[in-house]
């Protein structure tokens, strides 16, 4: 089983829409959450991280954490054409080391 | 505004040379780490450094090296260049935070191609 489990996607959604991206992660241990946009043949951009249960929000993205069913999921609202990209999850191991995903990439169709 | 800097976007490499690939980040970080990124295999953490002077091996160290002798500059010795290791390399620094809560800052990436 892989530490960090991503859909790789495509996922495919209209312009406007909520896009819903998972991730599923393997270590109880694990305390921090990163959410990263990368753009074809660019490199990672940091979105937004999370290390409380629930949501937090910033502009259009919210992260959401589930430390008790090991979960963290990014939503996108109001998708926009700009936001077709591949979205890596990451998550801190006991080394407070990020463990990457494969990423799940979006298609944001006008 | 916080920056990584590879000092190069693409290189072009024969099979056999020794290939130096270099980062310098202006954050005054201690950690920086070294990543390739291929296909359908995502990233993988090659070597990393707490601090200068100092490295450790990540998941994939074989055929590679580094060097870290000033805080700023981390690099990423290929020595000797195989067909295998043509990638995208990825440079990656950060502080140490509370939580993991300074996530990494990435450079722009060198996509490394041998022949």
């Known amino acids: 089983q892989k530490e960090v489990e991503q859909n790789s996607g495509p996922l495919s959604v209209p312009e406007g829409a909520i896009a819903s991206l998972n991730c599923t992660y393997s270590d109880r241990g694990s305390q921090s959450f990163f959410w990263y946009r990368q753009y074809s043949g660019k490199s990672p951009e940091l979105i937004m991280f999370?290390?409380?249960?629930g949501d937090k929000e910033d502009g259009r993205f919210t992260a959401q954490l589930n430390k008790a069913s090991q979960y963290v999921s990014l939503l996108i609202r109001d998708s926009q054409p700009s936001d077709s990209a591949t979205y890596l999850c990451?998550?801190?191991?006991?080394?407070?080391?990020?463990?990457f995903g494969g990423g799940t990439r979006l298609m944001v169709k006008p | 505004d916080v920056k990584v800097t590879q000092s190069s976007r693409y290189l072009v490499k024969r099979t056999g040379e020794k290939v130096f690939l270099e980062c310098v980040q202006d954050m005054d970080h201690e950690n920086m780490f070294w990543y390739r990124q291929d296909p359908g295999l995502g990233l993988r953490l090659i070597y990393f450094s707490y601090d200068v002077k100092m490295k450790e091996k990540g998941d994939i160290p074989e055929g590679y090296s580094v060097s870290r002798e000033k805080k700023e500059r981390f690099s990423l010795i290929l020595e000797s260049a195989s067909t295998n290791q043509t990638s995208m390399y990825l440079c990656a620094s950060r502080l140490p935070g509370v939580l993991g809560g300074y996530g990494y800052t990435f450079g722009s990436g060198t996509r490394l191609t041998v022949v």
């Open positions: 999370i290390y409380s249960n």
């Open positions: 990451a998550v801190t191991n006991a080394g407070n080391m990020l463990t």
